[in-house]
Each structure stands twice: as C-alpha cells, then as structure tokens.
Antibody, heavy 124, light 110 residues
C-alpha cells in the first residue's frame, strides 16, 4: 500500500533553511508516470502548491518561491526532499508531500495520494 | 490572491444539492483539466474529482464535477453531515508554469 511520510525540523529560526523529507513506501519514485509534489498550508489558510519533481530531477516550482526552493529526489532511499532557504514567519505552515500524476504538458495533473503533513514553525 | 476563484462558503441542509464554482482563465481552466480536493477538519486533503469529472475509487457518486470554458463546478447531491469540509479546486496554469489552488470553499451542513 502506498504511503508517504513527511519528516524534518519542526522549528526553524528566521533566515535559516527549512529542510523536509518525504519517505515513500509501496512504490518506487522512479516508476514512470508519477511525479512527486510538495504543498503547504499556513495556519487557517488555504493550500499553496510549492513544486513538483520527476525522478530524473526535472523540477517545476511556484514562481513566488522559486528563488528559495529546491526539491530533490533520492532514488537510493526512495524519498524526495524540500529545502526552503531564508525562511520568515510567513513560511510557517503544515507541509504535505504527495504523489502526483500528469503528462509532460500538465494537461492533466493531480495529487492522488497525500502524506499526513508535518507542521513547521518559523520562530526565534 | 489565487488565479482561480472559489466562493468562501456554501451551505445546505441534509439531502440538498450544493454546487461550488471555480472560475479561472484561458491560461488555466480554459486549457487544462480541473481537480477537486476535500479536506476534512484536521486532516490532509484527499483527491475527490480528477480530470474534470472522474471519481477515484471509493468516492461516492453523489460527488460530481464538470467544466465548461474557463469555469468548473463541483456538485454534492444528497448532502450528508460528513460532507462538512473545505473543498479546493486545482489546475495547472501555463502562464505561471505551475499548479494553482483555488482559495477553498467551506461547506456547512445546516
């Protein structure tokens, strides 16, 4: 059964780097047809797409975060990671990872399996 | 401010039909498929409708989706108390070269 589990630092100091990992079980991240996505949700607010990655390493990022974000695959550990630099209080959120399905042109693109999420607080 | 717009709230009594709209533009809904996610209180979102009108296995058929032009809709027929949740539309935007979510609609069962 496919499962995704987020892990990482729950408290990050302002200006530091937020680092999270999504461990995938039940399917290989190199399986064709799948991409791997990060989404976040600030307290009391809606969902925000952060970015997606192919197992090859090709990535797409939210333009508003692009200068600060990196998503990377780790094929040996069957996981993928999120790094967000120069964080501020506005980056405080629940962070979700998800398996996504889409074609090369993203004519269709959706997240079909989600992790439970992990809370990250940015505070000194 | 999202590029796809949903009403912030909707409500209905048990058994009623509720419809949620999602308005976009030619760079997103006008040319891309739309998906809907349900987020129950305190839970992770769950895929409800994908590719405009397709239901994943296990989603009751009282949930249905449609798309016309640059807008999409989610309908809940026979509203039940367990349908009280936040609902988000999502699609890809070619101008942004990224995915976008609507702001979410909170459905209340009266």
């Amino acid at each position: 059964q496919l499962q995704l589990q987020e892990s990482g630092s729950g408290l990050v100091r302002p200006s530091q780097t937020l680092s999270l990992t999504c461990a995938v079980s039940g399917v290989s991240i190199t399986t064709g047809g799948y991409t791997w996505t990060w989404i976040r949700q600030p307290p009391g607010k809606g969902l925000e797409w952060i970015g997606l990655i192919y197992h090859s390493g090709t990535a797409y990022y939210n333009p508003s975060l692009k200068s600060r974000v990196t998503i990377s695959p780790d094929r040996s550990k069957n996981q993928f990671s999120l790094n967000l630099t120069s964080v501020t209080a506005a980056d405080t959120a629940v962070y979700y990872c998800a398996r996504s399905i889409g074609n090369d042109y993203q004519d269709f693109y959706y997240m079909d399996v989600w992790g439970k999420g992990t809370t990250v607080t940015v505070s000194s | 401010q999202s590029v796809v717009t949903q009403p912030p709230s909707a409500s209905g009594t048990p058994g009623q039909r509720v419809t949620i709209s999602c308005a976009g533009s030619g760079s997103n809904i006008g040319r891309k498929n739309v998906n809907w996610y349900q987020q129950l209180p305190g839970m992770a979102p769950k895929l409800l409708i994908y590719s405009n009108d397709r239901r994943p296995s296990g989603v009751p058929d009282r949930f249905s989706g449609s798309k016309s032009g640059t807008s999409a809709s989610l309908a809940i027929s026979g509203l039940q108390s367990e349908d009280e949740a936040d609902y988000y539309c999502a699609t890809w935007d070619d101008s942004l070269n990224g995915a976008v979510f609507g702001g979410g609609t909170k459905v209340t069962v009266l």
